[in-house]
DNA sequence: GTAAGGTCGCTACACTATAACAAAATCGCC
DNA sequence: GGCGATTTTGTTATAGTGTAGCGACCTTAC
């Protein structure tokens, strides 16, 4: 039991699933999406944990595709506004959404030993952070959390980020 | 009235009084707050809103200072350290913590349309992120948040941020 | 078929941040 | 004050991230 149980799918963890739920959802909403758009998102996908854009663009290539950076920012700019894709700042990289079809604000819990991420969506967060911004008369478009740390993890083999995320001595 | 009303002192409205008190500060700790240092926080505390390290980097050099990339960045892990400066990871910029003296998660409103950032200290955001976080078993460092938006003069002259920040025009 | 709009390729470039090593300033100690 | 250890800064070079501008191509609608 965990707080992702709520998640009827998790597409991260279920590349060939997700893939052909974009599939059914461009097909029925008429967007396109073309084949150069699904094999970038199929790689973020498959990478199965954030991946930077250049990163996307060798295993492009990798594939006999020879592409620029601009391109792949472009496929990028696309599956984040269709909320297939997330995108984290703080370490500049590029994650699948693991309910692309349900609209949530997401928040992501960011391991700095091992470099994990976990996505959540916390409808508390959420609404803490949307009256907050009521309060300061700011009309959200985009509520960013990025929670920063150790997970559960790396906390139990005792890493620390001060140590440089290697087992923390008491010397 | 307003959420910041709690704030002793907003100290990115007054350049000088935030100085003084980080001369204070660091006289206090021993730790050392060398011209250098002193000259980027007050370059970041009078641009008055966030400023990019390149930018800091321009205004040094126009007092004279010769300076390369590396030493505004050194400067800056120094001061966000010391918690008297913030960075914000969605736009690459730094600014000044309102609060430095008092620890605390802060907030981002970034608006979209006119660059404004406003700092706010929602203790609820806060402790909400906090829990979530728990129930996850995930130990924070910091949370990040970074809200994107229209803040309230730009939403008082009908701009979004789809129009590109226009006022927004109902054709 | 043709015009219009969207997508992609291509070249070049701008912006953001760090590595590695040397020089200089500062601190603690005698 | 002199000396070594530590911290800070300078110097040069380079890595990493993201865009601009323009033209070709492909798709769609008429």
Redesign the interface.
């Known amino acids: 039991m965990?707080?992702f149980a709520h998640h009827t799918h998790d597409f991260a963890a279920n590349p060939d699933a997700a893939l052909q739920a974009a599939d059914a959802h461009f097909q029925k909403t008429g967007v396109r999406f073309t084949p150069l758009r699904r094999r970038v998102f199929e790689i973020i996908l498959r990478a199965g944990k954030p991946i930077g854009a250049y990163d996307i663009l060798e295993r492009l290539r990798d594939h006999g595709k020879i592409a620029a950076p601009i391109s792949v920012y472009r496929v990028l700019d696309f599956l984040i506004e269709q909320r297939f894709v997330h995108r984290l700042?703080?370490i500049n990289a590029y994650m699948a959404c693991v309910t692309p079809e349900d609209p949530h604000a997401a928040?992501f819990?960011i391991?700095?030993c091992c470099g994990s991420v976990?996505e959540?969506s916390?409808p508390?967060?959420d609404?803490?952070?949307a009256?907050?911004?009521k309060?300061?008369?700011?009309?959200?478009?985009?509520?960013?959390?990025?929670?920063?740390?150790?997970?559960?993890d790396c906390?139990r083999e005792g890493k620390t980020?001060a140590s440089g995320c290697a087992p923390d001595h008491d010397d």
């Open positions: 965990s707080v700042a703080t928040q819990l391991c700095q976990t959540i916390d508390i967060i609404k803490a952070i009256e907050g911004a309060t300061a008369h700011f009309q959200v478009s985009y509520p960013l959390v990025e929670i920063m740390g150790v997970c559960a906390v980020p």
